[in-house]
């Protein structure tokens, strides 16, 4: 008792172990009680006993071995972790229980075995099991047998894998013991009742005794399944339902039964495969090639003993196989031709799948045999080519099939029919997508005709099988040529067809045949049902039909009657007979009258026209039934027909063609009448556009892919370049009309291959525009037809394409109307594989050749040769065999065995060689590569194991082209892929694994052989190679993607417990980051269909994508529940649908806050990166993981760009219905989007920029402005895009950084634009540098940070940039901040290289010449694209306008951009003071808009009229009288709408102002609007030039009339020389450069009265030049000439019509000589002359510009004489003058010069004085005078000498005086000079209504408006200010502000006259349009000669003197 008291105090595990075994039955007693307490499965305290619990099981004491088993069941049934002793457990179970006499114990023993297997274990413990049969112990075998046959009966077939038992099984029946044999007999009984008679086979070979008993005893069983009765812990819902069933007493339902069939274990899978290579006679291959026949029967009879063996190890059987197929085809005996046939149908038998690789070799050859006549040989045949059916598809074997069907051979038509009819019962209709059974049906359909009745026969049964496996439906519209007859035939042989396995359709059931062939056809039988039973059926239906009657919304019965209809009448066009001359005329007679048809060939055209009028309106009424189209367009084409030379008459046939087309029943027999002259005038210029929609008309009848071969074909039988251009722009836009759904490539390939090598630039450019298109369709394979073409040619496609990438295919807009139903139909079949269906049309399209004939058996013995040399040679004609043919079939003869063999090369370079041949291969076979995949796609991934980096590098790049043309799936069939993985080579096993890793993430599907690589991917994880081990863990998530954790977790059961532990481990891990599937889960229900509605996505764009998939869910939901895995994939389907109609943000209270607190406190990765690394990524998606709803999480991470996009999709649609939650989470969201910009997917980043586009327009409509946090995670990686390669995003990035400025301060966006200077990229510095610019010129330079010295500095380095467009950027971004600033610039950029600065000055003086009118008119809609300019510095007058629309604002814009042009001319005529105060006035009120801060401020009262103290000076009677005064604002208005873009306004304005100018006594009032009138006239003459004319939209009669009235109105101004005589130089220039422009534009003449038009300007040329100011035109043609020459764009053509009208205005000079101001016409010639000295001019093209300008000057010098050399006043330096020269050397010739030499003395002598006096003298004197001027005293004397002396000497320089002197002193010298010239000359002029003198024109103030530019008002009121005593205020503001660069005074005392274009002047009176009548009532009063327009004008001054001081002010206030 002692001992016991002492075990007694031990705890419980203790006990156990305890060596007394009362003990340890005590510790058993109380272990069991803990257990079964214990309620948590997962409790540390099981872990006590795991290594325990095998000693429960085999203690050597019986009674305590007793108590442990019951404990260790306990533990079992409890414990989480029991799994683990799995193993241990079991083997002692078998060992130390089974052989126990007691009952209890082996019964025990049992249930723990079952208990197990219910915990999931059940491998382990069939393993042990399987191990105990081995024992020598009768008794434990028995008890193995026994508890496999329980574990079978109570867990079912799915659970307990039956391939070993049934293994082991015959074993067992032999043995000794009768209780074995009893037991085994049970155990197959058991069997039977789950697999059936898959059994038979294994037990053939038994006791026949023994199979007797069997056969009784399974004759007894019940005919229904058994079902499972006990179930895995997994499969609990399934044991509710049968406890429910129970419970109910009810059946399970009919699926479930389904379910177990499906299950049902393939006999073939039960054997074991018997190798018989080594078993084959070694002289075989002699004794096959004997010429005896009796020696190759022996061959052929050891042969065909081996190959009845049901199942056969792989091997390579090649030389077997072609040994065979010699005999089948080349031997004369024919009863060894049946035995060859029966050794094959054996091989493919016993090999199944593995055979599929000779299958492409062998078939040619038996359908070739079937020639034979001897049923026995036919009978042989036939079972040979059904065997290698199954062990291949139809797809492959459809080329060969379809090659013998046009045999002239009867009975191989026959046999070949036959043997499709026998394969399409073993599709379904998956398996038979219309893409295959079209061409078959269209080769049967021949045959149905065919003479002989067995073919007929044949073709019948073929067409109703393939009807009852795929439907009636289906199958109609390929049948719509048969008549009712045939048609009824056919159907009664589907009725007759029964499909093995009771498939759909089918009449019986299952047992369709008994002969021996249900054992080998069992596994497509098996696999039927799931796929195909009812509810299938109808997803199948429904998902078919939905996308294509989704656009067309038409009605599912209606297509299949729509497709026949539309076979039917194509079969009509096609066969329509000709109809006679004769007979046309009588069917036309019937339907048109009989003038019309009399007066068809009238030699009168207005007759021909009439008649084709009654003609039209005759087929307008015409009934369609009615129609007689061929007689029709018959008639139409009679004499002139075609040949038609009134274009009038012309125009109308081809309407009517069209019509015909459109309205009939229009045949192709009708169309090939017509197509002819159609193409012929296509070209024409008049006639073109009616041919183009008659074609377009005649595409819609009868089809475009036909009508487009037709077409082309003709063009290019044409010489006509012009056709052809035409015909091919045609087909490009027809294309994007109608699709390119049946477009039959190959049909007009050549033609425009011919197109590209064209000498004509217009049929080039059309050919590859229309291949540009066509790549949008096709993609990269289009450009395989072009690999020959010149490099040049080649480069400029490529352009193309790349401009097209990234581009989807516009939707059809048009479809051929009698077809469209069928196309439906048809595209309901699409593409059955998955992987490459999308591509697979277009391959098609490629025009291939077959090549096996060039595969000679000389070059397979040369590639199989000994010597290496003679191998390579091989190789080398086998590449040029494949080179040569570019596109290839893929019957290659005996080549793939002859490559595999190269492929294990001892040479490296012959391996090499060879897989660069297999790459071409590749290329050259497209998608009938995949019959060659088994052969030499597998002997490929062999060379992944070579050592050599190079071979492997080549072995991959081999195997990823061929993946490209096949797709995955057959790759991962079969067992070669794990065989492959198999061998312990770890190059071999990181490539191929890295390949799966990549590939298996894009696949939707998988088949299900990938499970046997599973247990070669869990030894990889254990690799000792670290890079085996890495590649197998990225593998992993892979996997479990399509197989799932669940499947693979169970396969971990296999291994050892100490690897099974890591890998599940590692499983745990890869679960995390399993990727999401790329498609629904939900698509078992019709998987062809499906796959059909989803080809479209795996095009290159996958637009579509984003919707189909979500349809196909829905569809799809409802056919899941068939799947083999119960009801799991339904509900997760419906669950994700769910999910995805709620929100996608979560609105997370304080998250960003939070997410921001983090990072400061570095809880968290700052987001700064240069590349994104792996940690980013996981932490940004563990941080949306809280905000982002699941599915769209995974969607937006999901390997498939695709997907990404689908996502974004989802975003953008609900963007504004969670803009809430979308603010909340935004920070996250633009950390998504910088990830997505290192991608270089151009759609993913297109879609990412189109969200950011919305995103920002959100947020600036929300008011939200993006925080510190958000702008630097997102902003630098968005600047990082703004140098992209494609045009196309670089455009969107820079719209979103102009947005960005919205919600972000510029000021703020400007350093990480600053910092994107510093890029190595130049395009991203460039567009950086742009953007600069483009803040400065819109926000000032308060938005340079952090000062603006420093910005300037350093924009400033890139002006020495090496690349152009970064420097033409950084000078444009210099010259913007020298507009906003002035000279100030120089300071902020500081010292720059001499020749940066001459680069810099240079640019500057450039921009400030041109003239940026044009940019100022843009739309805002443009400004904000900010698209590039001409004009380098225009980019930066995109300001964003729209911000403040106020009238102000506008005036004050328009008018700075004229200041700023004017301050930086020759001759400005404005005081910069002005300019400056607007340039702050302007920037003030911007950044009053910007901050809140002023809001304070009443800005209100800036816009009301400020009044001022009236001046006092005497009243001088109005030039203006009442009417004037009163109209003035209403013609104003009228005048601005002739320039309106909307032409019917327009023509009302013209129309009004017409009436005016027609009657003398009204006309008056005009006068001083001729400028404006002729401005609006310009616009709107360019407007239509621009616009109108290329806008389709617009209706050209308009544009007629409205050309008729500026026409009109412009010959009645003209005619009325006193207004005439009112126009400007500037405006006559424009005007004159619009009517040439509008001379010589061609589209014009197209219009219909275009003619007439250019005829009106002609005259109207005319009339202004003898009517207008002489000379005003003279100088205004002199300025055209020279501008048109100097501008590069500017046509020839301009120049010469500027040139005759200048000779025209020469003729006109002795009439007008002496009404011109000679002296401006001198001036003008001398600028001519600067600019084209003589010897530029003797470099132009033409000598015409020379002679016309010398023949003005010879002619002003005999009209005039020696006086022509007093009219150089103007000119300044006129000895540098080479005018005056020129003009003495004239006059002297001409011998006019007259005078004396003292004359001539004097005349020398002043010049000497001259030139002294300017040299000599001039520094002493003018000295002197600015002492003067500096003294206070003798002030106004100094400035009176100074105004004198410069009046004496005009060209002297007093630039070195005022240099150095303050501005305040030169502003004071300036003003002063004026006043004396004010008072000297200004009174007088003012009253007798001349103008001031720097502007010089003569003519008065009512016959000119030249000086009515702003400049000169301005002038005029500082005049009136400083005698009203008003002048301090603007010196002091002057003095303030005055810009550093000041005119030089010797300008503003010039007296050289400026020329303003009109567009100068249109910014001042536009500005002046839009101001209120008061305005415009003050402008017209200040346009009077008297002091009443100087008070008008006076407030207006005063008002911006006024406005400058409230804006300092308020400046003043906010600093």
């Known amino acids: 008792m002692g001992d016991d008291s002492e075990w007694m105090k031990l705890p419980i595990d203790q006990k156990c172990e305890h060596k007394v075994w009362k003990a340890r039955l005590n510790g058993y007693e109380e272990a069991l009680k803990l257990f079964q307490k214990i309620e948590d499965e997962k409790s540390p305290e099981w872990g006590k006993y795991l290594g325990l619990i095998k000693k429960f099981v085999t203690d050597s004491n019986a009674v305590a071995q007793l108590k442990g088993l019951e404990a260790a069941l306990a533990f079992i049934e409890n414990a989480h972790v029991a799994g683990k002793t799995t193993g241990e457990v079991v083997s002692g179970v078998v060992t130390k229980v089974f052989n126990q006499p007691k009952a209890r114990a082996k019964e025990l023993g049992m249930d723990i075995c079952l208990m197990y297997i219910e915990i999931e274990k059940s ?262 080519i059904d065997a290698i059916f199954l062990t291949t598809t139809l797809q492959n074997l459809s080329e060969d099939i379809l090659g013998v069907m046009d045999n002239k051979n009867p009975s191989i038509k026959q046999q070949a029919s036959l043997f499709l009819a026998r394969s399409f019962r073993h599709c379904m209709q998956a398996t038979l997508p219309k893409s295959v059974l079209k061409p ?164 009168n055209w207005k007759e021909r026209l009439a008649s084709m009028e009654e003609f039209q309106r005759a087929v307008e009424t015409m009934d369609k039934a009615a129609m007689p189209c061929q007689a029709l367009v018959r008639m139409l084409a009679k004499k002139p027909g075609w040949k038609e030379t009134n274009f009038q008459v012309m125009q109308m046939k081809l309407h009517i063609v069209a019509l015909v087309a459109q309205r009939g029943q229009f045949s192709k027999t009708s169309a090939s009448v017509v197509l002819d002259g159609l193409v012929d005038k296509i070209g024409d210029v008049k006639c073109g556009g009616n041919a183009k929609s008659a074609l377009t008309a005649i595409g819609e009848t009868c089809s475009l892919p036909w009508t487009a071969e037709q077409v082309v074909s003709l063009a290019f039988a044409q010489k006509n370049p012009k056709n052809q251009a035409e015909t091919l722009n045609w087909l490009a836009n027809a294309m994007k009309e109608f699709g390119f759904a049946g477009i039959n490539v190959k049909g007009f390939i050549n033609n425009v291959k011919t197109a590209l090598g064209a000498t004509n630039p217009a049929v080039r450019t059309a050919a590859i525009a229309l291949l540009g298109v066509m790549y949008l369709y096709m993609g990269q394979p289009l450009r395989m037809f072009f690999e020959d073409e010149k490099p040049a040619l080649l480069a400029q496609i490529d352009a193309e394409f790349e401009k097209m990438q990234g581009q989807s295919p516009p939707a059809p807009i048009r479809s051929t109307k009698k077809t469209a139903a069928a196309e439906e139909e048809g595209d309901e079949g699409g593409e059955q594989d998955e992987d490459g269906g999308a591509g697979q049309d277009i391959m098609d399209l490629l025009p291939r050749t077959d090549i096996s004939d060039k595969i000679t058996s000389d070059l397979v013995s040369k590639i199989e040769d000994k010597n290496w040399k003679i191998r390579k040679e091989g190789l080398d004609e086998a590449a040029a065999v494949i080179s040569e043919a570019k596109f290839i079939t893929p019957n290659i003869g005996e080549l793939p065995l002859a490559l595999k063999g190269r492929l294990c090369d001892s040479n490296k370079i012959l391996v090499q060689q060879t897989l660069s041949i297999l790459q071409q291969l590749a290329t050259a076979m497209g998608p009938g590569l995949k019959q060659h995949v088994k052969a030499l796609g597998f002997p490929v991934i062999t060379v992944l194991g070579d050592s050599k980096v190079n071979l492997r590098t ?82 992993l998530p892979t996997f479990m993607m399509h197989l799932g954790y669940d499947k693979i977790n169970k396969a971990t059961g296999k291994l050892k417990p100490a690897s099974k532990d890591q890998v599940v481990a590692m499983l745990e891990k890869a679960r995390a980051v399993m990727p999401a599937k790329p498609a629904a889960p939900a698509k078992t229900g019709g998987k062809g269909s499906a796959e059909q509605s989803r080809a479209p996505s795996a095009s290159r764009t996958g637009e579509d994508f984003t919707d189909k998939p979500e349809a196909k869910k829905v569809r799809g939901g409802g056919a899941a529940k068939k799947g083999p895995a119960g009801k799991k994939p339904a509900t997760k389907g419906l669950k994700d649908d769910e999910d995805k109609s709620g929100p996608i943000f979560i609105l997370v209270p304080n998250a960003k806050e939070q997410r921001i607190k983090e990072e400061k406190q570095l809880k968290i990765l700052k987001w700064n990166f240069i590349t994104p690394r792996d940690e980013y990524v996981e932490q940004l998606k563990t941080q949306m993981a809280a905000c982002f709803a699941k599915w769209l999480l ?115 966006l400007f350093p990480f634009l600053m910092e994107g200077t510093k890029s190595k990229n130049s395009k991203q510095r460039a567009e950086c540098l742009e953007e600069l610019g483009c803040l400065i010129e819109g926000y000032g330079m308060n938005v340079c940070q952090p000062t603006p010295a420093k910005s300037l500095k350093e924009i400033a380095v890139h002006i020495g940039d090496r690349d152009t467009s970064v420097r033409n950027a950084a000078l444009n971004t210099v010259v913007a901040v020298y507009n906003v600033c002035g000279d100030q610039v120089y300071k902020l950029i500081g010292n720059l290289s001499e020749k940066d600065m001459s680069m810099l000055e240079e640019r500057i003086k450039r921009s400030a010449k041109k003239t940026p009118a044009a940019p100022a008119k843009q739309s805002a809609a443009e400004k904000t694209q900010r698209e590039q300019p001409t004009n380098p510095n225009a980019t930066f007058l995109r300001k964003p306008a729209q911000e403040d629309p106020g009238k102000l604002k506008i005036m004050y814009r328009t008018y700075r951009i004229q200041s700023r042009q004017n301050a930086h001319s020759d001759h400005p005529s404005i005081p910069k003071e002005f300019q400056l105060d607007l340039d702050m006035i302007e920037q003030d009120q911007r950044s009053v808009c910007e901050l809140p801060d002023l809001v304070q401020h009443q800005l209100d009262e800036l816009l009301e009229p400020v009044m001022i103290p009236e001046p006092k000076i005497r009243s001088i009677s109005p030039h203006f009288d009442d009417l004037h005064s009163s109209t003035a604002s209403t013609i104003n208005f009228v005048i601005s709408q002739v320039a309106s873009g909307d032409i019917g306004t327009s023509i009302q304005a013209l129309a009004q102002i017409d009436e005016v100018l027609r009657q003398e006594d009204k006309a008056d009032v005009m006068s001083g609007h001729i400028d404006q009138l002729l401005i609006a006239t310009i616009m709107q003459l360019r407007l239509i030039n621009s616009t109108h004319l290329a806008d389709d939209r617009v209706d050209k009669t308009d544009l007629i009339k409205l050309y008729s009235c500026i026409m009109g109105n412009m010959m009645s101004l003209f005619s009325m020389e006193t207004l005439a005589r009112e126009a400007s130089i500037g405006v006559l220039k424009d005007l004159m450069h619009s009517l040439i422009t509008l001379m010589l534009d061609i589209r014009v003449e197209d219009v219909e009265d275009g003619t007439q038009v250019i005829r009106s300007v002609n005259l109207l040329v005319i009339r202004v030049l003898e009517h207008s100011d002489q000379t005003n035109i003279f100088s205004a043609l002199l300025v055209l000439l020279q501008d048109t020459l100097v501008s590069n764009a500017g046509s020839l053509k301009v120049s010469e019509l500027v040139m005759k009208c200048l ?130 005293e003798n002030t106004k004397e100094g400035l009176t000498e100074l105004y004198e002396y410069k009046q004496k000497y005009s060209d002297a320089d007093l630039e070195p005086f005022l240099r150095n002197t303050s501005q305040f002193f030169q502003s004071y010298v300036e003003r002063g000079l004026r006043v ?136 003043s206030k906010r600093q």
């Open 1703 to 1832: 000779w025209r205005m020469i003729r006109l000079l002795p009439e007008n000589i002496n009404s011109l101001n000679l002296d401006r016409i001198l001036l003008d010639v001398h600028n001519f002359m600067k600019v084209f000295p003589k010897e530029k001019l003797k470099q132009l093209k033409t000598d015409v510009p020379h002679r016309t300008l010398k023949t003005l000057c010879h002619t002003l010098c005999r009209l005039t004489g020696v006086k022509i050399l007093d009219h150089l006043s103007m000119i300044e330096n006129r000895n540098e003058s080479e005018l005056e020269a020129y003009l003495r050397r004239v006059v002297k010739h001409s011998g006019n010069l007259s005078g004396t030499k003292s004359d001539r003395g004097n005349e020398k002598s002043a010049h000497g004085t001259d030139d002294r006096m300017s040299k000599a003298k001039v520094s002493d004197i003018l000295s002197e005078i600015f002492k003067k001027i500096g003294s206070k």
């Open 123 to 384: 491998e382990v413990v069939q393993d042990e099991l399987l191990k105990g049969l081995d024992n020598k112990n009768p008794k434990i075998v028995v008890a193995c047998i026994e508890t496999l046959r329980k574990a079978l009966s109570e867990f079912g077939s799915k659970i307990v894998t039956l391939k070993p038992v049934v293994k082991v099984l015959p074993k067992q029946f032999e043995s000794r013991e009768k209780a074995v044999r009893d037991e085994s007999k049970l155990l197959a009984v058991e069997i039977y009742k789950w697999i059936r008679d898959a059994l038979r086979p294994p037990l053939q070979n038994i006791n026949s005794v023994q199979l007797k008993e069997l056969e009784e005893e399974w004759v007894k069983l019940p005919p229904s399944a058994p079902k499972q009765t006990r179930f895995l812990r997994s499969q609990q819902d399934l044991k509710a339902k049968f406890e429910q069933q129970q419970a109910q007493g009810g059946e399970q339902s009919d699926g479930d039964e389904e379910e177990e069939t499906a299950a049902a274990v393939d006999p073939y899978d039960l054997l074991e495969p018997v190798e018989i290579l080594s078993k084959m006679p070694k002289d075989f291959y002699d004794k096959i090639e004997a010429k005896k026949w009796q020696e190759r029967k022996e061959a052929l009879e050891a042969v065909e003993a081996l190959t009845k063996n049901p199942k056969l190890e792989n091997g390579d059987y090649g030389d077997l196989v072609r040994a065979l197929k010699k005999v089948v085809g080349k031997d004369a005996n024919v009863m060894l031709v049946s035995m060859a046939a029966k050794c094959l149908a054996g091989l493919a038998s016993g090999l199944r799948k593995k055979f599929g690789t000779y299958a492409g070799q062998v078939v040619p050859t038996i359908l070739e045999k079937f020639k034979e006549k001897k049923l026995q040989v036919v009978q042989s045949l036939q079972e040979a």
């Open 440 to 603: 078959f049906c269209a080769a049967l359909i021949k045959q149905v005709n065919d003479s002989a009745p067995e073919v007929r026969d044949a073709a019948f049964e073929a067409l109703g099988t393939a009807m009852k496996v795929v439907g009636e439906k289906a199958v109609n519209p390929f049948l719509a040529d048969l008549d009712k007859l045939k048609l009824d035939k056919i159907k009664e042989c589907a009725d007759k067809v029964e499909l093995p396995g009771g498939k759909k359709g089918a009449a019986g059931g299952g047992s369709a045949s008994g002969d021996k062939k249900p054992a080998a056809k069992a596994p497509p039988a098996a696999e039927a049902p799931p796929k195909s039973s009812a509810p299938p059926k109808k997803s199948q239906t429904a998902s078919a039909n939905k996308p294509s009657a989704g656009p067309a919304k038409k009605g599912k019965p209606a297509s299949a009657a729509g497709g026949k209809a539309k076979k039917t009448s194509d079969s009509k066009e096609t066969t329509e007979a000709e109809i006679s001359p004769e007979a046309c005329e009588e069917l036309a007679a019937a339907v048109l009258p009989a003038t019309c048809l009399q007066q068809l060939d009238s030699g």
């Open 954 to 1035: 080549a072995a991959m790049a081999t195997l990823q082209a061929w993946v490209e043309q096949t797709g995955m799936k057959d790759w991962l069939e079969g067992e070669d892929l794990s065989e492959e993985l198999k061998r312990e080579n770890p190059f071999l096993r990181q490539e191929v694994l890295g390949w799966l890793a990549e590939k298996l993430p894009t696949l939707r599907s998988v088949p299900a052989d990938l499970m046997l690589c599973v247990p070669q991917l869990f030894a990889c994880l254990e690799d000792r190679n670290a890079d085996v081990r890495k590649k197998a863990q990225d593998a």
């Open 1876 to 2011: 004396i010239e004010s008072e000297r000359e200004g009174k007088p002029r003012i009253q007798s209504s001349s103008v001031i003198p720097q502007h010089n024109v003569e003519s008065s103030l009512s016959s000119s408006n030249e000086e009515l530019k702003p400049a000169v008002y301005y002038e005029r009121l500082k005049i009136l200010r400083q005698r009203q005593g008003l002048e301090n205020t603007t010196r002091a503001l002057s003095s303030e502000d005055e810009p550093p660069q000041r005119p030089a005074i010797s300008s503003l005392l010039s007296s050289k006259p400026s020329v303003a274009s009109s567009t100068d002047m249109l910014h001042s009176k536009l500005s002046q349009l839009k101001e209120s009548r008061e305005l415009y009532q003050q402008e017209h009063n200040a346009r009077s000669g008297s002091p009443t327009r100087a008070r008008a004008a006076s407030p207006a001054t005063a008002n911006l003197d006024d406005l400058k001081k409230r804006l300092e002010r308020i400046k």
């Open 1194 to 1308: 995974d969607e937006m991470f999901h390997f498939d760009f695709q997907r990404q996009v689908k996502a974004i999709g989802v975003m953008i649609e609900r963007l504004n219905s969670e803009s809430e939650a979308t603010v909340g989470c935004l920070d996250l969201i633009l950390k998504w989007i910088t990830l997505r910009f290192f991608e270089t997917n151009t759609t993913i980043l297109m879609k990412v920029l189109e969200y950011l586009k919305l995103l920002f327009t959100m947020l600036n409509r929300e008011n939200y402005h993006l925080t510190e946090y958000e702008a630097n995670s997102f902003v630098p990686y968005l600047i990082l895009k703004v140098g992209e390669s494609k045009d196309v995003v670089r455009k969107d990035v820079r719209v979103i950084l102009g947005m960005l400025c919205k919600v972000y301060p510029a000021s703020k």
